[in-house]
């Protein structure tokens, strides 16, 4: 789920977001669809050098029974271990990553790997993100910049190009517009998918993707 603080949004190529409902609510109406994770990405946070709302992620993950990764602002070891405290699972970790590597080599040192993801916005990643994503995070949420809210579907040979280079779990996000779209981005090696426009509006949930993924031959937890 994008954010502007508060606020649910939703864009396209990462630009014109718009404000579609509040955060906290649409939070909770995910975790009752039986959605696997959450993630929570404040999209104005770091470039308005913010902190993170920790009231907010408090409130969410008091009533939330489903892993909550939290990112935009995670700038400094105090934030992590501020989202930490208030109940993420884990941190999402995108510009401050890029800007220094050495940010994400120590998180991983203080909280562990399974604590950190870094976010790689394609379609261009540069190696030398990859290379501090798969040395130190326990995850990589794989984003196309182009694909972002558009629902033309992930971009599966960036996916496989990624996915062939680390030994992590990748996420793939951006462009999903059906169960479909799924299938293909597990199978192109995807170990996850991140749904946004989908979900939010579309008559789909997340249990039917489930159902659509397994018919597939494919693993997906129930």
């Known amino acids: 789920m994008l954010c502007d603080q508060r606020k649910l949004v939703k864009g396209q190529k990462f ?71 208030v109940g993420a699972d884990k941190v999402l970790i995108g510009a401050a990553a890029r800007s220094d590597p050495d940010f994400v080599k120590e998180a991983a040192r203080k909280f562990g790997r399974q604590a950190i993801v870094v976010s790689l916005d394609g379609p261009h990643v540069h190696i030398d993100q990859l290379a501090t994503a798969s040395r130190y995070a326990g995850e990589i949420l794989l984003n196309d910049k182009d694909r972002d809210g558009t629902m033309l579907g992930y971009n599966l040979e960036l996916i496989a190009r990624i996915t062939k280079g680390v030994d992590i779990p990748v996420i793939a996000c951006g462009g999903c517009s059906g169960y479909e779209d799924m299938v293909n981005a597990l199978r192109a090696g995807a170990n996850a998918v991140a749904v946004g426009a ?11 993707a489930v159902k659509h993924i397994k018919a597939a031959g494919l693993e997906a937890r129930t």
């Open 198 to 208: 989908f979900f939010q509006f579309e008559d789909s949930t997340p249990k039917e």
């Open 15 to 85: 630009v014109n977001d718009r404000v579609v409902g509040d955060v906290a609510a649409a939070a909770m109406t995910h975790a009752r669809r039986s959605v696997d994770e959450l993630m929570i990405i404040d999209v104005t946070a770091t470039a308005e050098m913010r902190i993170p709302d920790y009231e907010m992620i408090a409130d969410i993950t008091w009533d939330c029974f489903v892993p909550v990764t939290v990112g935009g602002g995670v700038t400094s070891i105090q934030t992590i271990k501020n989202l930490l405290r």
